[in-house]
């Protein structure tokens, strides 16, 4: 059980390096581009299925709430926690458009749609990012080795391994690097 341990912990430290190494520039000018948006007003709208759910989620309260500074709150949403809206619009269009319809509905020019999928090819994930990019959003994919949300995003931050818990653990703390990059950028003072 200790290699065991062992292992998933090394395999882990390594995908997070691999991971960062191919991504440390896009990361950069994501969280260029986010702190922007938020700067003129804008929002951050962040999507995804199941433990993407989870972590839209989890990046959406750390703009909102704080990262690591005490600092004024941050427009962040998560598309993934109204149940009546995500099951009235799966009842009556299709699961597919569970998140398209809140960008379309929410979303504004120059805004920033983060769509996460660990295969890169949730279809509704994919779709969202199609009705941003229709909105005038900037767009960021959070994904695996690539696929369709990586493809059309602006900005495509991929985990270059097959693994669903690597690519995740990766997500999270991408997604931690660019709330602190973002506080960094907009209250240099705090740091």
């Known amino acids: 059980m200790i290699d065991i341990i062992n292992d998933t912990l090394q395999a882990s430290i390594d995908t997070k390096k691999s991971a960062i190494a191919e991504n440390d520039q896009r990361l950069v000018k994501a969280a260029r581009l986010m702190a922007e948006s938020l700067t003129a007003g804008g929002k951050i709208l962040l999507f995804g299925n199941g433990g993407s759910a989870a972590?839209?989620?989890h990046i959406a309260a750390e703009f909102v709430n704080r990262f690591q500074t005490e600092r004024v709150p941050l427009a962040s949403i998560a598309l993934t926690t109204?149940?009546?809206?995500?099951?009235?619009?799966g009842n009556d269009y299709s699961f597919e458009e569970i998140f398209s319809?809140?960008?379309?509905?929410?979303?504004?020019k120059n805004d920033v749609a983060v769509g996460i999928s660990t295969s890169g090819n949730s279809p509704n994930v994919v779709k969202a990012l199609k009705a941003a990019e229709k909105v005038g959003m900037h767009t960021v994919a959070f994904t695996g080795k690539g696929g369709q949300a990586a493809d059309m995003a602006e900005i495509a931050l991929t985990v270059p391994v097959g693994v669903t818990a690597r690519i995740q653990e990766s997500h999270i703390l991408m997604g931690h690097i660019l709330c602190d990059l973002v506080d960094r950028i907009l209250f240099p003072e705090n740091f």
Request: hydrophobic residues 35%; without cysteine; charged residues 20%.
């Open 55 to 57: 972590d839209a989620q």
């Open 101 to 108: 319809k809140q960008v379309t509905a929410l979303g504004r």
């Open 82 to 89: 109204d149940s009546s809206i995500i099951t009235s619009i």
